[in-house]
């Protein structure tokens, strides 16, 4: 029998070999997905031709993480406050939702994706939900990549809902103030479970967090790129890796005591997560 010739390597494969063998991938990657409508407009076209084309964004962007290993992908797709957009805008962006919902939760499937979200859900389109939640069923038993949708979310809904709850259970007298620490404030918040964001990445060059993972950014790297999300795609995300590797996370401490050893050992996220 003849030898099984091995298919040559394409040049992503290449390059992300590379991002591999240069240093660590991050745990979790954070997006704030900005610039669809300004990528839309400079074009002539309507702002919902920059969603749909930051769709495709998405499918590559989900792909290159569950292929480079990273462990967590949370993408900032709708924010609380985008609810005060337009009313054709939102309801074409929840349909554009739906769809994508429709539509990829058989590749998530094929590709060992485990879909989540975190928002407040009882606000969005009863259908939406539906899809939503038959996508986390189907692939609740994933090992890859673990895609967290941020869907009507924003940081201060996450810290109030948490803090609500917390004082809930005060009241009830099932909680002395002094059990309150940051590790039960982390275990109340929608991220429970899920460890802190090591990189937050925003497209379309605007230098804020907007509202996003509020709490959970304290020790984040922060990436930001003049590209519109529409035109970022995976070179722009290996970027994005070679600058986080770059860094030197000191999580308030002095770089002796971060040697690369501790770093890789994975330490530091023990430190942070709570
Ligand atoms: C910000 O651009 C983007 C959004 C508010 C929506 C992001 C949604 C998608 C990429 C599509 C659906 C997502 C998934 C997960 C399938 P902007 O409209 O604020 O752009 P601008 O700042 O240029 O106006």
Request: overall charge positive.
């Amino acid at each position: 029998m003849g030898k099984a010739t091995a298919r040559p390597a394409t040049r992503d494969q290449k390059a992300q070999i590379e991002l591999k063998n240069r240093g660590e991938i991050p745990h979790h990657i954070a997006i704030i997905m900005d610039g669809n409508g300004r990528w839309a407009q400079r074009r002539g076209m309507p702002r919902i031709a920059g969603h749909k084309a930051g769709v495709e964004s998405v499918r590559d962007i989900v792909e290159a993480c569950g292929q480079l290993g990273v462990k967590y992908l949370t993408l900032y797709a709708f924010s609380t406050e985008n609810w005060r957009r337009p009313e054709d805008e939102v309801s074409m962006l929840m349909r554009l939702l739906l769809r994508a919902l429709r539509d990829e939760t058989d590749r998530l499937q094929r590709n060992n994706v485990r879909l989540m979200a975190i928002g407040d859900m009882d606000t969005l389109p009863p259908e939406v939900r539906r899809e939503l939640d038959d996508g986390i069923h189907k692939t609740s038993g994933n090992t890859g990549l673990t895609l967290v949708l941020a869907l009507s979310y924003s940081g201060r809904w996450d810290i109030t809902s948490a803090v609500r709850r917390l004082v809930g259970e005060a009241a009830a007298g099932r909680l002395a103030p002094e059990a309150v620490d940051e590790k039960l404030i982390g275990a109340t918040l929608s991220t429970e479970g899920i460890p802190d964001p090591d990189l937050l990445v925003r497209s379309s060059g605007e230098l804020r967090i907007s509202n996003f993972l509020l709490w959970q950014l304290a020790y984040s790297e922060i990436y930001v790129t003049r590209t519109c999300w529409p035109s970022f795609r995976r070179e722009e995300l290996y970027d994005a890796v070679r600058d986080f590797q770059n860094r030197e996370r000191r999580f308030g401490m002095v770089s002796a005591q971060i040697d690369k050893k501790t770093r890789l050992s994975g330490f530091v996220r023990k430190v942070t997560d709570s």
